[in-house]
């Protein structure tokens, strides 16, 4: 399993010109690390661009990259699992001066039920809402 690769070489990489990953053949290379590369679609030579790392042979990168990490998403996706449960869970109050432990269930004027999902602080819990994550003090 040698990394190492040599002019005449066929290898992934980005070219500018096709705006795609495409097979490239190595024209030169630097201390072992390839410099240039021609692309096998449009026969254009360029600086070697690499590829980005989730990529495995055989699929093609989609034009736009897919962002997953949207925090919002995230804990809308956690309240849903969340909200069947703490419907049917005992639930209490929220007060500033209430003492709430973790996974509490808590009813608050304007946030509606939520679940304790840490201690943040002293005097404070983070607390998971439809709306999302809120920290509130507690006493
Ligand atoms: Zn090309």
Redesign the pocket.
């Known amino acids: 399993m040698s990394e190492t690769k040599s002019a005449g070489d066929i290898i992934d990489a980005r070219?500018t010109?096709?705006k795609d990953i495409?097979n490239h053949t190595i024209v030169a290379l630097v201390e072992a690390k390839i410099e240039r590369v021609k692309?096998n679609?449009?026969s254009?030579e360029h600086k070697y661009r690499g590829v980005p790392r989730q990529k495995s042979t055989g699929e093609t990168v989609k034009g736009t990259t897919s962002r997953r990490k949207d925090p919002v998403a995230d804990e809308r996706a956690e309240w849903e699992t969340l909200q069947i449960k703490i419907e049917n869970a005992d639930s209490q109050p929220y007060a500033m001066d209430g003492i709430f432990r973790r996974k509490d269930v808590i009813r608050h004027k304007i946030f509606g039920l939520g679940q304790v999902v840490a201690i943040a602080g002293p005097k404070k819990i983070e607390v998971l809402f439809q709306d999302g994550k809120k920290l509130l003090r507690c006493g």
Do not use: N, R, Y
């Open positions: 070219c010109k096709c495409t692309c679609v449009c254009g």
